[in-house]
């Protein structure tokens, strides 16, 4: 097998797990809810079953974290105090909220998780809600 045809052989296979591996990965949201307002927001897992704990609750942005002054997080109008927040992979802003210190604010058949944000001293504001199960 001569060199060209090898290089040929070796650019479709690098085009074969491109495919594979970074098309799902760049469609990871393509289908899911991006909620309503100022930017999209998408909560993990997107239904919560309450006698299926789990650690965390989820709640991921298209906001640049850089970008982020401050970050205000509501459930059904509660206010709720994030556990964490930090950037995914891509920069953006995650927050994270403890199950455990949440769950008596969730009730069936749905919560909202809503995000007010000051981004460069504008206030942007989001919501998204998901299923909720006993």
Known sequence: ???RTKLCWRTVGLAAVLAV???PALSARQGKDPGAGD???YVAPAVIVKSAPLPWITIHTEVELAAVDDVGVAIDGTDV????IYSDSRGNLVVKLRFAE????LSAPEATFALALIVDGELLSAAAT???HD
């Open 1 to 3: 097998m001569s060199d």
């Open 21 to 23: 591996v970074a098309v």
């Open 39 to 41: 930017f999209a927001i």
């Open 81 to 84: 105090d994030p556990s964490l």
């Open 130 to 132: 998901v299923p909720v």
């Open 102 to 105: 949440v769950a008596d604010l």
